[in-house]
């Protein structure tokens, strides 16, 4: 038996359907606007250089220093960027996920100074 509170205040008790999913992340606790706006940003990518394009390859700073850009311009006070008029938030966002992409798939194209040397 499960109890959950409704916004009216009154507790609903029902049956729960298992389901093993213990130990599994819980996406839902992403805010959907964050989820969206990256959306919306790799949409913008996949209209400018076609769907997927990254997943060929890019070198591991490449993927980082576009991050840093977009964090460094919303340092300076610009909250969208100027050629697709979206937050560089969600800018940030694609490129740190294109660089988890490139971390795991592409190992080969880390020029990473530092992580290279350490192996």
Partial sequence: MKQVRLDSGEIVTFDSAKKNDQGKPRISLIPASYINGTATVFNFGAQKYGADNFRQGLSH???????????????????????????????????????????????????????????
């Fill in 61 to 119: 700073s490449r993927c980082l220093d576009a991050a840093l850009r977009h964090i460094t311009a919303i340092l300076g006070g610009e909250e969208k960027d100027i050629e697709s008029g979206l937050p560089h938030i969600y800018h940030a966002s694609c490129s740190l996920s294109m660089y988890d992409y490139m971390r795991i798939n592409h190992p080969n194209l880390n020029d990473l100074f530092e992580i290279r040397n350490k192996k």
